[in-house]
């Protein structure tokens, strides 16, 4: 037999039928529902009179667009919202799926909750009507985003209709330099690859340096897939892997984790497989980096200087004149020189308790700038719990950070986190947008431990200088 | 599902790259539980002021654009997000075709589930229509999807690729979900089977 990689291995113990012409059934293990993109799914569904095929095998858990201060609990003030979220409760009572209330301690960013349930489980296939479904790649499952109309399609029948993407490998070798974090990694990554370059392809992130990452950070990797274009991001399954599984609610017990974990174990690269693409990346080379412009492709080290349209070639060019002036900067001017109003740590890339362990190691002894507003809102109401737990929430609001609920929240501005026109962002979530944290708002993404070197400075700042 | 059948139209020229979801239907509007009516709010941050007038320079607000039925438009369209709001709202604006260098995927997908056919040409010809296109609605430019063609306005005829399975599910109108279930077997058998090898699943 030819050498396989893990993506082929997924995809074949999978393929339920496959045409002459490459169009795949392919089975889905697991399917998460948030509720934005499910009301109209469920809707065709009734109309069409078909019932949920395994609602055993889906969940479903608010998070968009809920607001993240206490109060929600008495009713999202929100009209909109409101009904988004009762109509997600109402289908899945009526579809009988199981679901995770705003009021229950668990509830908090379908990314998050996925593996921390251990829902999320090597081997599988798991889809979401969320592009950020790549995320769960971390742990050697084949995740991606589907659109409503597949959603439907999943709810019905458990499987989806696809055709197998191309294998790219991108590897990381070597140890990356203090102050360098699984964010600075992908966003790099992404800087050289551009947000199209995975485009029809799924990534599988190899090497020294994607090993030597936790769960967390190897989640933070994969969760921005998509923002390289890429339809997932895989990541081979290890020992670290069956560690952060074992004992969670949904995760296999007894016997039944012996078998699981011996067929995990297969789930690696074969020698010699095929990549159609590969990337090679040395882990000493990467510097801590944000971003300056529209695109999470606009990605320079914070060393750097904001660049000219004229650095660009064709298309590029235009889109940097846009971006530039939309984010108010000038050609020339110093990263490190960009002051902000706001710092958001939070979202599925960077809203886990590694992330804020990070976050409050920065901010010892240091304190938010004076007139910042600075918030930390937790991926998940366990997250929360854990960070309270520990210490850490407390400390981080002693040094003046707001301590919200777990959602979305500002990494896209649904619920009432929104920034203001002009107002300018250090953010820890994953796309750099127009609009995208608010009317006009302006958002720079980083790790969290530079976003809290941001919020003690005021400014873009080196968080190297702080260590 | 609607049928894509020939379509001759206005194309509107949109000379932008990376053209994202939340550009196409910022996020304001995905607090809909419906389908439809998103089309006025397409592309709503070029197209309106923070006070809900008009901007004149966006191109559909142009009166000859009012009406276009194709875009024309630049590589990786449709990034971002998996958000159906967006061809929903492309569709519910009267759009069912656009002409690209390229799409990002999910985006690429939607398309074809809501009856709308994303055609990817290489630059030098998306440049041609685009020139076309900035015409206004004089040009008409014509898409038959049974031949693969797009004939411009001065008579060229450009070819271009599409699946053969999508493109089979929009001539006729297909419902995928209806096509799945008569392989129902075929599920059936393969849980049975995965039943047996991944009892923990
Ligand atoms: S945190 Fe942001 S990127 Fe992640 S699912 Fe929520 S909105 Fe999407």
Partial sequence: ?467 | MEKFENLTGVAAPLPMMNVDTDMIIPKQFLKTIKRTGLGVNLFDEMRYDREGAENPDFVLNQPQYRDAQILVTGDNFGCGSSREHAPWAIKDFGIRCIIAPSFADIFYNNCFKNGILPIALPQDQVDRLMKDAEKGSNARIEVDLEAQTITTSEGEVIPFEIDAFKKHCLLEGLDDIGQTLEKGAAIDAFEARARAERPWL
């Fill in chain 1, 1 to 467: 037999m030819s050498p396989k990689t893990l993506y082929d291995k997924i995809w074949d113990a999978h393929l339920v039928h496959e045409d002459a012409d490459g169009t795949s059934l392919l089975y889905i293990d697991r399917h998460l529902v948030h509720e934005v993109t499910s009301p109209q799914a469920f809707e065709g569904l009734r109309l069409a009179g078909r019932p949920v095929r395994h609602p055993e095998k889906t969940i479903a858990v608010p998070d968009h667009n809920v607001p993240t201060d206490p109060t929600r609990i008495q009713g999202i003030r929100d009209e909109q919202s409101r009904i988004q979220v009762e109509a997600l409760r109402e289908n899945a009572r009526e579809f009988g799926i199981e679901m995770y209330d705003v009021d229950d301690v668990r509830q908090g960013i379908v990314h998050i909750i996925g593996p921390e349930q251990g829902w999320t489980q090597p081997g599988m296939t798991i889809v979401c009507g969320d592009s950020h479904t790549a995320t769960h790649g971390a742990f050697g499952a084949l995740a991606h985003g589907i659109g409503t109309s597949e959603v439907e399609h999943v709810l019905a029948t458990q499987t989806l209709i696809q055709s197998k993407s191309k294998n790219m490998l991108v590897k990381v070798e070597g140890k990356l330099p203090p102050g360098v974090t699984a964010k600075d990694i992908t966003l790099t990554i992404i800087g050289r690859t551009g947000t199209a370059g995975g485009t029809g392809h799924v990534i599988e992130y190899a090497g020294s340096a994607i090993r030597e990452l936790s769960m967390e950070g190897r989640m933070t990797v994969c969760n921005m897939a998509i923002e390289g274009g890429a339809r997932a991001g895989l990541i081979a399954p290890d020992e670290k892997t069956f560690d952060y599984v074992k004992g969670r609610p949904h995760a296999p017990k007894g016997a039944a984790w012996e078998a699981a974990v011996d067929y995990w174990k297969s789930l690696r690269s074969d020698a010699g497989a095929h990549y159609d693409k590969v990337i090679e990346i040395d882990a000493a080379e990467i510097t801590p980096v944000v971003t300056w412009g529209t695109s999470p492709e606009d990605v320079l080290p914070i060393t750097g200087t904001v660049p000219a349209p004229e650095d660009f070639e064709g298309g590029k060019a235009d889109a940097a004149r846009r971006a530039l002036e939309y984010m108010g900067l000038e050609a020339g001017q110093r990263l490190s020189d960009i002051e902000i109003d706001t710092v958001f740590i939070g979202s599925c890339t960077n809203g886990r308790i590694e992330d804020l362990r990070e976050v409050a190691r920065v901010m010892e002894g240091k304190r938010v700038k004076d007139g910042l507003r600075a918030m930390i809102v937790p991926g998940s109401g366990l997250v929360r719990a854990q960070a309270e737990e520990e210490g850490i929430a407390q400390k981080l609001q002693e040094a003046g950070f707001e301590w919200r609920m777990a959602g979305c929240s500002m990494c896209l501005g649904m619920n009432p986190d929104q920034l203001s026109p002009g107002e300018r962002c250090a953010s820890t979530s994953n796309r750099n947008f127009e609009g995208r944290q608010g009317y006009k708002g302006r958002t720079h993404l980083m790790s969290p431990a530079m976003a809290a070197a941001a919020a003690v400075t005021g400014k873009l700042t080196d968080v190297r200088e702080m260590m």
